[in-house]
């Protein structure tokens, strides 16, 4: 713990991350506490919704069991979801597959097309509503412990460091935030949630958390072409035998479609270009066709939990627990997580309040895990646990097969023909040594439908201070030039989807260097998932800074 002076403020319970866990979490106390429970939630975007990107067709289960009221609410759900599709793209074509051969939990009839950020700032307005303290533009840069080592609170606003880390002429030390209990609520791979996952041992005899990269664009397009509610997923082309991942098209409200490309972050070849994938997609003539004529207003980037039922961490520890995403709880054939996330928020907040009821504090609520582990997560996660695993042995054919027929066989029978399989490597170990491939030569962007990587990322709104230090930290700055551009051709400055990391040379090509330039970094993590040394640690910046996001 840090030895440096702060102020401190005590509440009942602190909440990191105003995502949907989160909230849920927030809302859910004062609703069964009322004035008499005092709930904080710290947000380290500039304001609620800044950092949430998500697809999203949102099954709204979650919602229903924590304001069941919420349309007469005004939630925004507004696009239900009217038309389902399925294409299998080639080169040059796409084959439609039927949907009477899916599983029923493909089936997305009664979900919406909506903006997580929007749903977010709703959520925050409903809390606020009930008395909980919403802090935007607050990192947690800390977790502060008791004298047991449980945890006792968080640290928050720090702001004002020189470069080097030392303090600033305006440094601001933050405060400690102490609750009873803390609830990690942070999203995919969170800087705290990673440090509690180490100290207390979380994923001990669980399997690697596998991870996604999701890029999406937001479009606006000729109204003659658009679909409102319609939902298209799409496998196959680009990616073939490169990697997993496909994409997803979704006809939202005022002719705006959202377009996504996810690409599993456990391909092998360092060569891959995750970002340049999802340009070549919009060249496709099923997709160019849909864009031709309109125009991209919002971009950005996300890693995705991929894992599912067998790599999800024990979700307590001293003093608090994991939410949501921070566990990783994304049914990945649904390639949906937000509902889970809402439960989670609901059921730790059931939890916590009964503790708190009871006198206690500091300790581990055991009745959210129990929750979890056997209620309507469990029943959403334990049936398509083995897709994953299928996929990364077999590919896209036998995934389809064993995965389809697992599915089918749940849904009828419960339990799985397969039992739990388990997924081997995690996605740093999966990549390849460079020696086995050859570089891959991508199509420039055409500046109509495909374009670079920073000209995308101004679409972002990102923004970081230049004056602070790097929130990208290296374990070892030796190793980046000297042990990964030998070995696998340094795969950061093709795999971060927002052109943070470049190897720069003499003009003869001497004196390679590692820069980083994190003022362009939109917070996706996929340097600290798929760096091979695993010598890149994302962590917070500054309250406010990263992307801004208007209705991702």
Known sequence: ????????????????????????????????????????????GSEVGAHILSGAVLDPSGLDALIPDWKAKGAP?????????????????????????????????????VSMGNVCRWMAEQAEELGVEVFPGMSCSELVYGDNGEVVGVVAGEFGKNPDGTPGEGYEPGMELRGKYVLLAEGVRGSLSKVAINKYGLAEGREPQKYGLGMKEIWEIDPAKHKEG??????????????????????????????????????????????????????????????????????????????????????????????????????????????????????????????????????????????????????????????????????????????????????????????????????????????????????????????????????????????????????DPEIPIGWTLPKFAEPAQRYCPAGVYEVVSDDDGSNPRFVINFQNCVHCKTCDIKDPPQNINWTTPQGGDGPNYPNM
């Open 230 to 475: 319609t939902v298209t997923h799409t496998m196959g082309w680009p990616l073939g035998n490169n990697a997993g991942g496909g994409s997803f098209i979704y006809h939202a409200e005022n002719n705006q479609i959202f377009i996504g490309f996810v690409v599993h972050l456990n391909y092998q070849n360092p060569y891959l270009r995750p970002y340049q994938e999802f340009q070549r997609l919009k060249h496709h003539p099923a997709v160019a066709e849909l864009l031709e004529g309109g125009k991209r207003v919002a971009y950005g980037a996300r890693a995705i939990t991929e894992g599912g039922w067998q790599s999800m961490p024990k979700l307590t520890f001293p003093g608090g627990a994991l939410l949501g995403c921070s566990a990783g709880m994304v049914n990945l054939p649904r390639i949906k997580g937000n509902h889970n996330a809402m439960l989670s928020g609901k059921a730790a907040a059931e939890a916590v309040f009964a503790a708190i009821g009871e006198g206690r504090q500091g300790d581990e609520v055991a009745a959210y895990e129990e929750d979890v582990r056997t209620g309507p997560i469990a029943a959403d996660l334990k049936p398509v646990r083995n897709v994953k695993p299928l996929w990364s042995r077999y590919g896209l054919w036998g995934s389809l097969a064993l995965g389809g027929a697992d599915m089918w066989f749940s849904s009828i029978f419960g339990g799985t023909l397969l039992g739990t399989l388990g997924h081997g490597k995690n996605d740093a170990e999966a990549t390849r040594r460079a020696r086995h491939y050859e570089p891959i030569e991508y199509p420039k962007p055409d500046g109509k439908l495909s374009f670079d990587r920073l000209t995308n990322v101004s679409f972002a709104n990102t923004n970081h201070a230049e004056s602070q230090p790097c929130h990208l930290q290296l374990k």
């Open 1 to 44: 713990m840090s030895q440096i002076e702060r102020e401190t403020m005590d509440v009942d319970v602190v909440i990191v991350g105003a995502g949907p866990a989160g909230l849920s979490a927030a809302i859910r106390l004062k609703q069964l506490g009322g004035d008499d429970m005092n709930v904080v939630v710290l947000e380290k």
């Open 77 to 113: 759900l507004n696009t239900p979801v009217t038309d389902d599709r399925f294409l299998l793209l080639g080169e040059n074509g796409d084959v439609k597959i039927p949907n009477f051969p899916m599983p029923p939990l493909m089936n997305n009839h009664g979900n919406y097309i």
